[in-house]
């Protein structure tokens, strides 16, 4: 039984209320929860928020009912894991345990269902206590991101012992996106921090990792939705 989340606080200092603005002609949040509600592969669908709006909005659309998030979890410093693990807790009280813990990021909605099944097949292949989406990082740190020292010189941030000076000869780094979380529920419920067990990559490209977090990203997402729909990559707003 795998069941598909999504957090989603009311407060956003970047793009107010973000979560449920209008995109292409549906809130935000709804370009992921489409994803889980079409998906065949998610028995039950989740959203964690301290919204009353976005709450009654994917109750309405058929979501679980585990009432409001406590407030201790709906402050700009909530740690994710902690969001899920009450969301997973207060699901599996009406569900029973769950097999898989799915996550969804609704601040990224240019993913595609295929990166949804790319998670859930990789989780189911090499059962590692996670999957986590992630990207070829842009900026490398033995490479071209650079540190301060005490007098205020400019240094590569992890230098190597025979230097850089191409970044094919750097090591490979990647950026986490929030595009697909698949968790396994007992690590879930037993770790304390994400980064605690056995968790592999989920490598998706770059121009589907992008995130909400300010207005310039809302604009430039703006346009590779729109971009998306216009070649019929994505279905447009019924």
């Known amino acids: 039984m795998i069941i598909g989340h999504i957090g989603a606080r009311a407060g956003s200092k970047g793009v107010p209320n973000k979560n449920f603005r209008m995109l292409h002609g549906k809130p935000l949040i709804d370009w992921s929860l489409d994803q889980l509600f079409t998906s065949e592969r998610v028995d039950h669908v989740v959203v964690s928020t301290d919204s009353e709006e976005i709450y009654t909005h994917a109750l309405a659309r058929g979501s679980l009912d ?140 770059n121009e589907r990792g992008l995130d909400v977090d300010s207005p310039f990203d809302w604009d430039v997402i703006e346009f590779l939705l729109g971009k998306q729909i216009s070649e019929g990559v994505r279905a447009p707003a019924a």
């Open 66 to 205: 585990i009432g409001l998030r406590p407030a201790a979890l709906a402050t700009d410093t909530a740690a994710k894991w902690d969001v899920w693990q009450h969301a997973l807790g207060e699901v599996e009280k009406q569900t029973g345990p769950a097999d898989a813990f799915l996550d969804l990021d609704c601040t990224s909605p240019l993913r595609l269902p295929q990166d949804i099944d790319a998670g859930l097949d990789l989780f189911a292949a090499e059962s590692p206590d996670m999957v986590m989406s992630c990207c070829e990082s842009r900026k490398n740190p033995y490479f071209n991101m650079l540190e301060k020292d005490a007098a205020g010189a400019l240094h590569v941030s992890k230098p190597l012992p025979h230097g850089v000076v191409a970044r094919q000869q750097a090591p490979m780094v990647y950026d986490h996106v929030g595009l697909v979380y698949v968790v396994k529920p007992s690590y879930l419920r037993q770790a304390s921090r994400l980064f605690e067990g056995h968790v592999i990559p989920l490598i998706v490209p």
